[in-house]
């Protein structure tokens, strides 16, 4: 069963950094397209970044770019999101997931919440 757990989300000042982690099971971790998004309810659902299998390649949102990193360990099943200069704007909940045999997976998700 594909589990995938989101971590590392909390309340922060803006201008601060977090790095969110997502824990991944029960699927071939390093054959899967990883992603987050994340989630505020003026916004909707809002695409942020993916990587590739291996890892040398990502691409952003144009919201986040240069701020925030997306990076894998595929021996540790985890991906992360490194983010920095946080905004007010940038609050909301993160989810990570995956496309695993034609169906696609999300965790749980973590909040983040940027406000001084």
């Known amino acids: 069963e594909v589990h995938l757990v989101e971590s590392g989300g909390a309340l922060v000042q803006p201008g601060g950094s977090l790095r969110l982690s997502c824990a991944a099971s029960?699927?071939?971790?390093?054959?899967?397209?990883m992603t987050w998004v994340r989630q505020t309810p003026g916004k909707g659902l809002e695409w942020i970044s993916a990587v590739n299998e291996d890892g040398d390649t990502a691409i952003y949102a144009d919201s986040v770019k240069g701020r925030y990193t997306i990076s894998r360990d595929n021996a540790k099943n985890t991906v992360y999101l490194q983010m920095n200069g946080l905004k007010p704007e940038d609050t909301a909940v993160y989810y990570c997931?995956?496309?695993?045999?034609?169906?696609?997976?999300w965790g749980r998700g973590t909040q983040v919440t940027v406000s001084s």
């Open positions: 997931g995956s496309d695993v045999l034609a169906r696609s997976y």
């Open positions: 029960g699927f071939t971790f390093s054959s899967c397209v």
